[in-house]
């Protein structure tokens, strides 16, 4: 068999090889650097915050690790009055923390390409000799890769930070509770990452600044409230207990009592209630209807109980946090491929 | 070579045809004026050619057969877009290394130079230049990219008249030294009659003439005669538009050489570009188009009322 090798033809497209990627790096530090100051302007001051708070914060808890025995009353005290005096404060400034990611998202990803459209520069920017598919994948990519970088970071700064009041215990404050979840690890930068993408997306499809803007804040947020209320807890098959507490640092969904192996209706248990003057309005709220006589160590569910409840929580444990996260990491980060994806397929075919 | 060629051409915006069976052959080396009212498609055309825009219906090759928005072709077309848009918060300078930046050959010494002669700082923002310095950024960016071929919609529309002047005698430039092809729009032909030597004139989404404008005005001529012959003259004759008076009549025709004689009694006249494009405007109907397409439609109809 002979082989048989052809010139190749001379054409245009052999002599004209796309222009070297590194140009954009330039292009988009010049144009995105004021969007990118922003970016490290609010992560910086809340890092900046975070370490202010939380030095005092971690100082007060190395006495309640240092306190020994630390089973005795004394520790026991001061455990306690670590939790009521710091997880109120962790829990509203994680609150607040959850509005990083989709502010970048508004305020980066938004305008990319929706500013081009109402100033008209697209038609600058998509007919010079850098393809505009080209010239979007870089934009995207190089700033998408700053801003999951600097959300990662912050993460790691945002899980120093809370790791007392989770070493403590608190109630509400475990490494799996909606808004502390979601500032740390991976889960961080790709919500950061998904806000952008929204952003991005959002501003090729609307071509406003300010529509585009609002529509990545409602889209973003209600993406990561359906996640937090509906879809995380089931992650994994949740763990079922006996137990009158949950485990410690649990993510509580669901919790009810059981007499006799079956669900305890409410009326059952405002009848062995009426003896404490306490009334249940769901079988994990109460409501007296006197003054309790209830004693004073012993909350509603303790009593219910002794005599004869058994209550039912459904949880996820806190050391599946790692596996959450993950999980969590990856479908973000597929979905945020897929909305960048379809950002660019709209910018090749618009107008 | 041709330098922008369109085959059946049509774009559709919702439910109406901003352009529609628009055929054209443009040949290089040419300083060619697009014409026609607003809504004509002008703008649709000229994006369609510079790839911003895909086309509908056919296809539109550039440079000797690029395909529009085709590598090669981005490569080859320099466009400035109607009111120039530039990123009002970059520097001069900054736009000149963007530009640089994203595309093969760019010309900073030519770019520096011709910025100087026009006295635009370089470390000024581009919001903060007047309109016309602005228009001078642009074809000055444009320009250092030496391209084949120069599109330029509507570029003069915030130009005063001193601008304009200067404006075209920095395209005239160009044609001159790097004899870079330049498609031109606007609905003033006025501003056009001076430099072009090709006029496109688009109506209602179609091409209704294109040709060398030399030639065009060779082959039309306004004829003056008594008005009760002016029917019976019109039925021999291509006529674009008749005007009549109450004694004599103005016709503007299309002459074909030798075979049309000039009738008794009428007298010729040579017509002006601005003349010629009015004619056809008021007269969407009829068409002048070269070589084989060539389609000597003068409908009687306009002649008739």
């Known amino acids: 068999m002979t082989t048989h090798t052809m010139p190749a033809p001379p054409n245009l497209s052999t002599s004209l090889r796309p222009l070297p990627w590194r140009r954009m790096g330039w292009v988009t530090w010049r144009q995105h650097r004021v969007a990118l100051a922003g970016v490290g302007a609010v992560f910086g001051a809340a890092a900046v915050y975070l370490v202010v708070t939380g ?17 005795s009353g004394a520790c026991q005290q001061v455990a306690q009055n670590f939790v009521a005096t710091y997880q109120h404060l962790v829990l509203v400034t994680a609150g607040l923390m959850q509005a990083i990611p989709v502010l970048i998202g508004a305020f980066v990803g938004a305008p990319l390409l929706a500013r081009e459209f109402e100033a008209g520069t697209f038609r600058y920017a998509w007919t010079q000799g850098f393809r505009r598919t080209r010239w979007t994948i870089a934009k995207l990519a190089l700033l998408a890769i700053v801003i999951a970088i600097a959300a990662a970071a912050f993460g790691a700064l945002f899980s120093w930070y809370v790791q007392p009041v989770i070493g403590a215990g608190g109630g509400n404050s475990g490494p799996l509770s909606p808004t502390i979840f979601d500032l740390r690890g991976v889960a961080l930068p790709a919500w950061t990452l998904a806000a952008f993408a929204i952003g991005a997306l959002a501003g090729i499809l609307i071509r406003r600044v300010i529509p585009a803007m609002f529509a990545t804040i409602v889209v973003w947020v209600a993406l990561a409230f359906l996640t937090g209320a509906y879809l995380r807890p089931h992650y994994e098959a949740p763990l079922v207990t006996h137990a009158a507490n949950s485990p410690a640092g649990a993510l509580v969904i669901n919790q009810g009592l059981l007499r006799d192996g079956k669900p305890a209706s409410l009326d059952m248990i405002n009848q062995t209630l009426r003896a404490v003057d306490l009334q249940a309005l769901t079988p994990t709220l109460f ?5 309790s006589t209830l004693p004073n160590s012993e909350d509603p569910v303790q009593y219910l109980i002794q005599h004869g409840y058994t209550q039912v929580t459904t949880y996820q444990p806190a050391s599946r946090f790692w596996t959450f996260q993950w999980i969590e990491g990856a479908w973000l980060l597929a979905l945020s491929l897929l909305v960048l994806g379809t950002t660019i397929w709209r910018v090749r075919r618009a107008t | 070579m041709n330098i922008i060629e369109a085959r059946g051409l049509g774009k559709r915006y919702g439910g109406s045809w901003a352009l529609h069976e628009c055929t054209l052959a443009i040949p290089a080396g040419h300083v060619v004026a697009l014409v026609g009212p607003n809504g004509a498609g002008k703008t649709t055309l000229l994006n369609i050619a510079v790839g911003l825009s895909v086309p509908s219906a056919g296809a539109v090759t550039v440079i000797g057969g690029r395909p529009a928005g085709s590598p090669a072709a981005l490569d080859a077309i320099a466009f400035v877009a109607q009111d120039t848009p530039l990123y009002k918060n970059l520097s001069v300078a900054d736009l000149l290394r963007l530009t640089r930046n994203l595309n093969r050959g760019f010309d900073g010494e030519y770019a520096n130079a011709r910025l100087g002669e026009l006295g635009i700082p370089r470390d000024r923002k581009a919001g903060d230049l007047s309109g016309g310095q602005q228009t001078q950024v642009a074809l000055t960016l ?31 430039t160009a044609v001159a030294d790097d004899g870079v092809s330049v498609v031109l ?18 109506s209602s989404g179609s091409v209704q003439v294109a040709g060398e404008v030399e030639d065009l005005l060779a082959s039309h001529r306004v004829l003056t005669g008594p008005a009760s012959e002016a029917d019976s003259c019109a039925e021999r004759l291509n006529v674009v538009h008749a005007r009549r008076g109450e004694a004599q009549a103005h016709l503007l025709v299309r002459i074909n050489g030798a075979t049309d004689a000039l009738p008794h009694g009428w007298d010729s006249h040579q017509v002006s570009l601005e003349e010629l494009t009015l004619a056809y405007l008021r007269a969407p109907g009829t068409a002048a188009l070269p070589g084989p397409t060539r389609t000597a439609t003068a409908v009687a109809s306009e002649v008739a009322q």
């Open chain 2, 142 to 172: 444009a320009l250092a990219r030496h391209p084949k071929l120069l599109v330029l919609d509507e570029p003069m529309a915030m130009l005063d008249p001193l601008a304009r002047h200067d404006f075209m005698a920095a395209v005239m």
């Open chain 2, 185 to 202: 729009s606007s609905h003033v032909l006025a501003e056009l009659e001076r430099v072009a030597d090709y006029l496109v004139l688009l």
């Open chain 1, 287 to 291: 409501h007296p209807t006197g003054p």
């Open chain 1, 55 to 71: 030095l005092p914060m971690h100082s007060a808890y190395a006495a309640v690790t240092a306190c020994r025995p630390a089973s």
